[in-house]
């Protein structure tokens, strides 16, 4: 009854989907998608200038979410290779499963899916899912890159099935292509994917020629050291129109902060004020074309400094 209270006295904040699930997937020691990444940032959003948020507990994901990318035989694959103990390789070793990994990536598809409805009923500004491990490199029949499910990519699909919202946008700001998004978008004009990324790098997806049935996907491939001016021209000068041309009803953001210049893998150099600037100019967009908030997901981010920070700086934009 409190938090029914609370919340109608805060109905329009920004709202964080988070699950305790989702520290039960732990690919093994020296994996750098480990559990104390959301530890990181779950710690710098309960700093007092965060007060505000709100937090629901990510509902389980369904197989049948699940479904609207994945092909039932991948589904069924990961089903049965959930270990009881130990670990079992999804792909040659960056995905690893552990006991707790189906629950986490279920809660992962959960938030997703339960951040549409909350942004589309207007529950919320916006919404942002804490959640682990990240989705943007899963294929629709296989696992990849430390990713099992494609939340990104099911949340706008069930936005389409469930909510009948025509034009969906994934915007991608991850150091690494989300080329699991990529290919499930590219055939279909009233998807976008739009992605700045490393380049060359993993996974070696990405270019500028891949741009989908109807330039429905755009590819911003950065070279290694690139600067923050360098980002925000290229996103304000490429992304950004195209992004307004495509007029998204529903725009969901893949949030990975392996950009961020503490970063190990990634070998860009984004600050946390590129990461305050992208969101607002995001929210924009939404704003304008859909007349309603964003929906953000975590993705990838190895600094657990740089993710708290980044982390931070991406929801204090999304607070306004
Ligand atoms: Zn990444």
Same mark, same amino acid.
């Given at each position: 009854?409190?938090?029914?209270? &609370? +919340? ?5 904040? @920004?709202?964080?989907? @988070? ?7 732990? *690919? ?23 007060? $505000? ?5 990510? *509902?389980? =994901? ?17 089903? &049965?290779?959930?270990?009881? $103990?130990?670990?079992?390789?999804? $792909? ?18 959960? #938030? ?12 919320? #500004?916006?919404?942002?899912?804490? @959640? ?12 990849? =890159? ?25 915007? /991608? ?63 304000? /000068? +490429? ?26 893998? =990634? ?6 004020? /590129? ?8 929210? $924009?967009?939404? +704003?304008?074309? #859909? ?30």
């Amino acid at each position: 009854m409190q938090s029914i209270l &609370s +919340e109608s006295t805060h109905p329009m904040t @920004t709202l964080i989907y @988070t699950h305790a699930a989702c520290f039960g997937h732990i *690919p093994g020691p020296h994996h750098p998608e480990s559990p104390e990444r959301l530890q990181a940032v779950l710690q710098a959003l309960k700093a007092p200038e965060f007060a $505000d948020l709100r937090w629901r507990d990510a *509902p389980m =994901g369904t197989f049948e979410q699940v479904r609207l990318i994945h092909t039932p035989q991948y589904v069924k694959r990961v089903e &049965s290779l959930s270990p009881q $103990d130990g670990y079992r390789a999804l $792909d040659a070793g960056d995905t690893i499963m552990s006991p707790g990994t189906l629950e986490a990536v279920l809660r992962c598809v959960g #938030a997703a899916c339960a951040g549409v409805d909350a942004v589309l009923a207007n529950e919320a #500004a916006n919404v942002f899912c804490a @959640t682990r491990p990240c989705g943007h490199h899963a294929e629709a029949d296989r696992a990849m =890159g430390f990713c099992v499910f494609n939340q990104a990519a099911i949340a706008a699909l069930y936005a389409r099935q469930v909510h009948g919202v025509r034009r969906v946008a994934v915007v /991608d700001f991850d150091v690494h292509h989300g080329n699991g998004t990529q290919s499930a978008f590219f055939d279909d004009p009233d998807l976008f994917y739009g992605s700045c990324h490393q380049s060359p790098f993993f996974p070696g997806t990405g270019s500028r020629q891949e741009s989908g049935v109807a330039n429905n996907i755009v590819n911003i491939p950065l070279s290694a050291g690139c600067s923050s001016a360098r980002f925000r021209s290229t996103m304000a /000068d +490429e992304m950004l129109p195209a992004l307004r041309r495509f007029a998204p009803d529903l725009l969901i953001i893949s949030a990975g902060f392996d950009a961020h210049q503490l970063d190990p893998l =990634g070998g860009l150099r984004f600050t946390d004020d /590129d990461y305050h600037w992208i969101t607002r100019e995001l929210m $924009d967009v939404a +704003e304008e074309t #859909a007349q309603c908030g964003v929906v953000s997901i975590l993705e990838g981010g190895y600094s657990l400094e740089g993710l708290a920070s980044g982390t931070a700086a991406h929801v204090r934009a999304l607070m306004g």
